[in-house]
């Protein structure tokens, strides 16, 4: 449902019809309406990488402000140390009734469902976090949720399923969301620019479209059971497709960027490919997105499951538990997966980490840079969360590194290193999202994933060191 | 065989059971052609049709969604039908990429003739003429009158719209581009309910061949035989028309490329400072002697698979495999390769594929062999991965890792086949030690307990094995039907293999397709 002050501000943007980059404008009507407004504009955005990390990631002490100091992997996010929380010997042991060698695969087909990823006939995968706030809150923009990723290769899948190594977002059981890696694909989602805009488009779109779920349906009854849902999935297709196009005119017209140059895709990249630019850009989109407020949730895979690419655009830095300096001459960095496996303390593998943790850094500021009303900034009323689907290379589902950027707007902790070594079995990943669930989007859940044996109680409790009471 | 344009009402079809309705359960009965379900082209299918049907060089499917999904059951290949599902991002793209094909098309005044034929008069005649010519190569059959009506009706109407008879046209070409009948590969069957098998029309059989020999729609010649295409010799003669023709490196490159992993060789990771010899020419020509090593089992016996000294090399190899003569730059040549590099097993792209970044798994080329090649897959965890260097041997390594960890269940029944290629690297050089104080020991064992020393000795295993037929038949089987197997197959593939009798990749293909399976369908229970 859109709120009037909502329809004032995109009309207004239609109408200037040149690039306003702002979600807030302040001189749009009165003061109190709209703070109130954007500070229930919380956003979801959640950044993963694969295969764990090495031993430079944990911060050595607990606390909160110069009681505890940031890890070498950690070293970028100095400038951002105030809105971050390190949350230490938390496992996604639940779908699993404790620790068993679940795979690359599986521990992050589960990551954002805390769900066992590979039982028979995959029937037991679930909804992910964010497409539950997706479901929520989705509505309000006009994309409700998107999925962008690096991985230009066919990335190896532990011969389970694709979407398990592939895909971090799960609508549904069956619904993997995956990603979108082409700049330009990403552009054009989130900008509807793929086909030149004229004034009778959209009916004549919708005119063709008309027939063409028309025929599809009068095909169904000469069909058996299984061709029949077939036709089914192209339905709900054609009409989702139609009723967007109808939707179009409600787009606000927040185009600060131009379409990338960059077109990248599975298996298809230029020579000179360039991943950290390839980062950059799609970090670039996302900003732009939640910029524009085309979306709210977005998660963002920085790698697929178990990626073996090779980061040869990093030069290696040498890490030691009191910080890292860049190696005097150029070492290339190789294969991550290669890495991950070659002992916890190696340096290429903690360049890498280090890398992925200078882009969240990128992404953060990116977002704190942007004024979301009220004296607030978008980074402020987000949750960025950030973290990889095992702990390193012993492919344990627990002592995940984790942490998260910005507090939700004034929900979560924010500026501690919180480690819950202490309880018996650690904290269960499944409450971290329970508690994002109920206590930052304020969506009434009674319980998230799917706890076995000892676990079954997992996904149902609220983290109180974590809340801002 | 039938006379062309008999239905299965009147003829019981070969092989089926004399009433033609296999009773529910027996789904093994060899009469029961079993089910594809409807079957949306793939991005390499949609594109090839794509540039078929219209004279476009565009690739606009190589920037589609994945067709990966997560009910893709692993190592499915990439047209297996269970697999293509469709979504709505998945459909704004196919409707995008149609609206944009025909901007390009009407901007081209030579691509928009062979669509545009004819002006228009106060009838809709050019307009039911267009649709008529053109629905028939779109959607690989001729139109039925009531759907030429209702299209010439919508082109119609756009035309009053707009009083323009190409936007009109524009539009009605948009939307059959569109539609389900050009985004999928329909097959209908008369009685949905009934499992009695029937025969494909003519068009869906020249579907079927088509799209499993050159990954793309009909030419115009299989579209003519309309359902004289089922006669056995008309069939057969088309397949082996087809096969000749260079658009079936389509079916090598899918077929070859995802059995025999081309097309994971094309973008594997190698680690340069393990290897200084590798290079990106030497991928390329691996990649390429792997699909050429393919083509010639067309014709050659099955038995050579894995101990042919037949090779494809062109310079590049020759220099890699150590020819006294490597050939001039270039071409490929077929040669007979120096010892140790025989059949399938001694290619650099297999040796290669099969390895890590940096050095060689014998657990990732024993698993990758017993599923691939033995059809004998095991879980694969992704490598716990003991600490392992380019000099020294993994099997010291990895019996240690897998000892501790409670692994030996699963790791003895593939890595001994692993350990007997370990006389080659990470990217197929021979080698006789890891290190001057580490020799190679290229001794392994087969799951059924089979020894043996190197790599020769390992092909000779694996040749007696009947798992190796088997399985390429499998392979072959799934991929020309476009759809996974079920255990209700097996019979089929039994049945196929028998028939077969090792004989070449072209008289497998033979005995596929002029078979129940590729030639019938039947509906299922409501």
């Not at chain 1, 009734?97 to 695969?105: D, F, I, L, Q, R």
């Not at chain 1, 269960?428 to 799917?450: C, M, P, Q, R, W």
């Not at chain 2, 379900?37 to 049709?49: A, M």
């Amino acid at each position: 449902v859109k709120k009037p002050s909502e329809t004032t501000r995109r009309n207004f943007l239609r109408t200037a019809g040149v690039a306003l980059a702002l979600p807030w404008l302040e001189s749009l009507g009165p003061r109190s309406a709209h703070g109130a407004a954007a500070l229930g504009r919380r956003r979801f955005i959640s950044m993963n990488f694969p295969n764990g990390v090495s031993n430079f990631w944990k911060p050595q002490t607990t606390g909160a402000g110069s009681a505890w100091q940031l890890s070498p992997i950690l070293e970028p996010l100095a400038p951002l140390k105030e809105q971050v929380t390190v949350l230490s010997s938390v496992g996604n042991y639940s779908p699993w009734n404790g620790h068993v060698e679940p795979s690359h695969a599986n521990l992050y087909g589960g990551f954002l469902t805390c769900i066992k990823a590979s039982a028979p006939n995959n029937e037991s995968r679930g909804i992910s976090v964010d497409q539950v706030i997706a479901n929520a809150i989705g509505s309000a923009t006009p994309i409700p949720s998107l999925q962008v990723g690096l991985s230009t290769l066919d990335s190896y899948t532990d011969g389970l399923p694709a979407a398990h190594s592939r895909s971090v977002s799960w609508a549904a059981p069956d619904k993997p969301l995956y990603k979108l890696v082409d700049p330009q694909k990403v552009f054009d989602t989130l900008f509807n620019v793929t086909t030149p805009a004229r004034p009778d488009t959209s009916a004549a779109d919708k005119s063709i479209l008309d027939q063409v779920y028309g025929q599809a349906q009068a095909l169904q009854p000469a069909l058996s059971k299984s061709d029949r849902d077939r036709v089914d999935e192209f339905l709900t297709s054609v009409r989702a497709v139609e009723t967007n196009i109808a939707n179009l005119a409600m787009v606000p017209a927040c185009m600060s960027g131009t379409r990338p140059a960059e077109s990248y895709g599975v298996s298809q990249v230029p020579p000179g490919y360039d991943r950290n630019k390839h980062a950059d850009i799609m970090i670039d989109l996302v900003t732009l997105a939640l910029q524009c407020d085309l979306t709210r949730v977005v998660t963002f895979m920085l790698d697929d499951a178990r990626s073996d690419f090779i980061y040869s655009f990093l030069s290696q830095r040498n890490f030691t538990l009191a910080g890292s300096t860049p190696s005097p001459t150029p070492m290339p960095i190789s294969g991550l997966h290669g890495l991950s496996s070659s002992g916890d303390s190696n340096s290429g593998w903690a360049t890498i980490n280090y890398w992925f943790v200078q882009k969240l850094v990128r992404l953060c500021q990116k977002l704190q840079a942007i004024n979301d009303g009220a004296g607030s900034t978008v980074l402020d009323q987000s949750v960025v969360w950030f973290g990889s689907e095992m702990h390193g290379g012993n492919h344990d589902g627990f002592d995940l590194p984790l942490l998260y950027v910005g507090s939700g707007g004034n929900r979560l902790v924010v500026g501690q290193h919180i480690d819950f070594a202490s309880r018996p079995r650690g904290q269960d990943l499944a409450n971290v999202y329970f508690t994002f669930l109920n206590k930052v989007f304020d969506i009434g859940v009674e319980s998230f994933g799917v706890g076995v044996g000892t676990y079954a109680d997992a996904g149902r409790r609220i983290i109180p060191e974590i809340v801002v009471t | 065989m039938d006379a062309p344009g008999s239905d299965a009402d009147s003829a019981a079809p070969d092989g089926a059971s004399p009433d033609g309705a296999p009773d529910e359960g027996v789904a093994s009965d060899a009469g029961d052609p079993g089910r594809v379900l409807l079957h949306r082209l793939n991005r390499v299918e949609y594109d090839n049709t794509a540039k078929d049907l219209l004279g476009l060089a565009t690739t606009p499917a190589t920037q589609f969604i994945d067709d990966i999904s997560a009910e893709t059951p692993s190592g499915a290949f990439d047209n297996a039908a269970e697999g293509l599902h469709m979504s709505p991002e998945r459909y704004q793209q196919y409707f995008d990429a149609a609206k944009s094909m025909v901007e390009s098309v009407w901007s081209d005044n030579a691509l928009k003739a062979r669509i545009v034929t004819c002006a228009p008069d106060t009838t809709d005649k050019c307009a039911r003429d267009i649709i008529t010519a053109f629905g028939l190569r779109a959607w690989r059959r001729p139109l039925t009158d009531a759907e030429v009506t209702s299209l010439a009706t919508f082109a119609g109407s756009a035309q009053k719209d707009t009083g323009d008879f190409q936007v009109a046209m524009k539009r009605v070409v948009t939307l059959m581009l569109s539609s389900l009948p050009f985004l999928y590969k329909v097959e209908m069957d008369p009685q949905p309910g009934s499992l009695a098998p029937h025969r494909l029309s003519g068009y869906e059989l020249a579907t079927r061949l088509s799209y499993l020999l050159w990954s793309t729609m009909p030419d115009s010649r299989l579209l003519a035989f309309g359902d004289e295409l089922q006669q056995d010799d008309v069939l057969a003669g088309e397949l082996d028309r087809m096969l000749d023709d260079a658009r079936s490196d389509a079916f090598v490159h899918a077929f070859a490329g995802q059995w025999l992993g081309g097309r994971a060789l094309a973008i594997h990771a190698v680690d340069p400072a393990a290897y200084p010899a590798w290079s990106e020419g030497l991928r390329a020509a691996m990649t390429q002697e792997l699909y050429l090593f393919f083509t010639g089992l067309l014709d050659r016996p099955f038995d050579g698979f894995l101990t042919t000294d037949a090779h494809y090399v062109n310079d590049v190899l020759g220099a890699y495999y150590g020819l006294a003569n490597p050939p001039a730059p270039g071409k490929f040549y077929s040669v007979d390769l120096p010892g140790g590099h025989r059949g399938f097993l001694g290619l650099g792209g297999f040796l290669t594929v099969t390895s890590p970044p940096a050095r060689t798994s014998p657990s990732t080329r024993g698993n990758w062999v017993m599923t691939h090649l033995l059809c004998t897959p095991h879980a694969d965890h992704g490598g716990m991965n003991p600490a392992l260097g380019p000099g020294s041997s993994p099997r010291v390594a990895l019996n240690l890792t897998v000892a501790a960890a409670d692994c030996t269940s699963c790791h003895k029944l593939f890595d001994g086949v692993g350990f007997g290629l370990e006389s080659y690297d990470g990217i197929g050089q021979f080698r006789s030690s890891y290190s001057p104080a580490a020799l190679v020991d290229a001794t392994g064992s087969l799951d059924d307990g089979t020894t043996f020393n190197g790599a020769t000795e390992l092909a000779a295993a694996l040749g007696r094995d009947p798992r190796l037929a088997t399985c390429a038949v499998r392979n072959t089987f799934s991929y020309a039907l476009g759809r996974v197997l079920a255990a209700d197959d097996d019979a089929r593939v039994a049945s196929v293999r028998d028939a077969w009798a090792k004989g070449t990749f072209r008289s497998l293909l033979h005995t596929i397709v002029l078979g129940d399976a590729f030639r019938m369908r039947r509906g299922e229970k409501p």
